[in-house]
Structures are given as C-alpha cells and as structure tokens.
C-alpha cells in the first residue's frame, strides 16, 4: 500500500533521514520505534508532503507521491494525526471534525460523524464544547476523529501517547486496535516501543535517520538488543 524507497531528508545542512526504505501493507500496523530525534516525525512529515526527499519515492496504491503537494496527499486517502494534536483550538468539536472531511463532498459526511461519535463518546458529550478547553487525552481522540472523517485508506500517527497519563495511553492503544480491527491500516510512529510493538503487525527501529533493525512485533518485542535499548530491560 505504501513504499517509501530511499529518501534522504536535509533539514538545511544537517542530513536527518538517511536512505530509509519501507513498506506498509495493507491491512497492517506497522509502527516506527527509536529515541527522540531518530527521525520518526521527519519520516511521516515526508511521506504527507510536509517535507520534501533529495532522493528515492515514495508512493501510495501503487502511486507517486513526490509531485503531490500535501493538501492533495489527504484527497489520496492519506490522514496524518500530528504530533501535538494540532487541533483547531477555538472552534469546537464538531467543527473540528468537520474540518477533516474538507476535502470531501457532502455525501455520507453526517453519517461518518455519527461513526466518529460512536467510537467517541467522549466526543459526544462535548460536541459543543471549544477544543482548547479539553483535556489532553479528549484532544488526541479529537485529532484521531479529525483524521478518519476524512475515510483515510491509512491512518498515519505521530506519537499517539505523548504526555497522556498511562491510563489514558491504554485508552489510545485500544482505539487504535479497534481501528485496526475495523479495517483500517495504520502506521504508527511512537516512542512507546513497548505499546506500539505490542500491537503492531510488523516494526521498524529508526536511529539516528537510518533503520537498524526490522521484524515482526512480536520478534522485536522478544529481542534482548531492543529491549535493552527502548524497553528499559
């Protein structure tokens, strides 16, 4: 579904994704693990159009994506939940629902809002209520709804659990699972390496702009080299 094939990203002079390649498939969690810096977020901006690569492709259902400009990338049925959230912090919550189907006619838009609010219900109860106002964990499930209203063949996001309380991280890795269960593919970028392998199909281990390592969740999760390094074992 989707292949990123040696990119090279430069933040000016300093050279932060160093020949990377990967694929996502269809139907996968695929998640990327490695320290702060390690080039993650830069590797997602890239394949969302954010950034742009010296050198490689990568492309989407078969499709380059190098000439896409990123407002076009999401039309593709590509939706990136940013680090941070970013959500629309004075318009309320359905607003800012409203504004991920932008990029969508009309059509079916209502009903996919009520399918938002049924895996939200937090969301519901505070469909008036301004973003800016809710609490963290409420903010990410937001920019989570934001992503699917516009029906993304995959879901890309960055560091899902960033500054949420574990209960509220156990929270976030079960819709993710749900989402997942649902049908929808999903790469996860995450510094929780211990949650994302847990639920991944197939990770990654980025450092320092290069893959180090590759594997299976579960062959990941069982390897002494990564638990030492990102599992504290």
């Known amino acids: 579904m989707l292949k990123v094939d040696d990119i090279n990203v430069y933040y000016g002079s300093i050279h932060a994704i160093k020949g990377i390649s990967f694929e996502v498939n269809q139907g996968e969690i695929v998640t990327l693990i490695g320290a702060n810096g390690a080039g993650k977020s830069t590797t997602l901006n ?7 690569s010296k050198t490689g ?7 380059p ?14 939706a990136l939940v940013p680090e941070g959230r970013r959500v629309f912090l004075q318009m ?22 009520e399918k938002v609010y ?20 409420e903010q990410q499930m937001l920019a989570m709804g934001r992503a699917l209203m516009s029906q993304p063949k995959l879901l ?8 949420l309380a574990p209960i509220l991280v156990e929270q976030i890795f079960e819709i993710i699972q749900n989402l997942h269960k649902a049908g929808t593919t999903i790469l ?46």
């Not at 890239?46 to 742009?52: E, P, Q």
């Not at 492709?57 to 499709?63: A, H, T």
């Not at 109860?125 to 963290?136: D, M």
């Open 46 to 52: 890239t394949i969302s159009g954010l950034l742009h």
């Open 57 to 63: 492709s990568i492309s989407f259902m078969g499709e």
């Open 65 to 78: 994506l190098s000439k896409v400009p990123c407002h076009k990338v999401v039309s593709k049925g590509l």
């Open 92 to 113: 309320t919550v359905q607003e800012n629902l409203e504004m991920g189907a932008y990029t969508r006619s009309g059509k079916g838009v209502d009903e996919d809002l």
């Open 118 to 137: 049924a895996r939200f219900p937090r969301l519901k109860e505070r469909f008036k209520q301004v973003a800016g106002t809710l609490s963290g964990g």
């Open 156 to 163: 890309m996001l960055d560091e899902p659990s960033m500054g």
């Open 188 to 233: 996860l970028v995450e510094q929780n390496a211990q949650a994302a392998l847990s639920v991944a199909d197939r990770g990654y281990v980025l450092e320092t702009g290069k893959i180090v390592t590759s594997g299976t969740g579960k062959e990941l999760l069982a390897s002494p080299a990564i638990k030492k390094a990102y599992l504290g074992g």
